[in-house]
């Protein structure tokens, strides 16, 4: 029998997890409409705005789809959704290193982030962020967006990265350092951590 798509959008994780395992149709849109925000924020927070931005949207949530069955823990929904979109982002990062597609843009070449910074000094620091955090290996370019631009904490990092806390940790400091050195090069992100503001 067929579940109400109103009845779906006010249910919790679980009952939604259970419709999409019992193939009901509204279940899907449910699904898409409750977390595309989440896990679009997640990806641009790992890539920057990103012209495949829209593809990699749509093959979090297909391998979502495809893999809720999998879902051992359904009120951990969102979460496993973050470790897809993690996933999914890192797979881009990769590829784009091993097809040399990846290319360094000067910051006044990034696009604006919508609604990331409300004044030009904001703006040039996040698209220099963007400039560095291209410089960084998928390995800790993710675990330091995610704690440091989307401000995850350590054991939410950790559970989205798929590794230990400590794993993590030893991440994030190799990220940090690489990124504080890069960052010294870049005068909009000079200019903001002279003022002693982190990342």
Request: aromatic content about 6%.
């Amino acid at each position: 029998m067929s579940q109400p798509a109103s009845l779906l959008a006010r249910s919790d994780d679980r009952a939604l997890v259970r419709a999409l395992r019992e193939g009901h149709p509204a279940a899907k849109v449910e699904l898409f409409d409750r977390y595309v925000g989440h896990v679009e924020r997640i990806l641009v927070r790992v890539l920057g705005q990103d012209a495949e931005l829209a593809d990699l949207l749509h093959d979090v949530f297909v391998r979502s789809l495809s893999a809720i069955d999998t879902l051992e823990a359904p009120e951990a929904l969102k979460a496993w959704l973050t470790g897809i979109a993690v996933f999914t982002a890192r797979e881009c990062i990769r590829r784009r290193i091993r097809s040399r597609w990846l290319r360094f843009s000067a910051p006044e070449e990034l696009p604006d982030v919508e609604g990331a910074a409300a004044d030009d000094e904001g703006r040039e620091a996040l698209r220099a962020t963007y400039v560095v955090l291209n410089r960084l290996g998928a390995d800790d370019r993710i675990p330091f967006a995610l704690r440091y631009v989307e401000g995850l904490e350590l054991r939410d990092v950790a559970a989205a990265c798929g590794v230990s806390l400590n794993t993590v940790k030893r991440r994030l400091a190799r990220a940090e350092r690489r990124f504080s050195a890069l960052a010294a090069r870049e005068p909009a992100l000079r200019t903001w951590n002279g003022r002693g503001t982190r990342w």
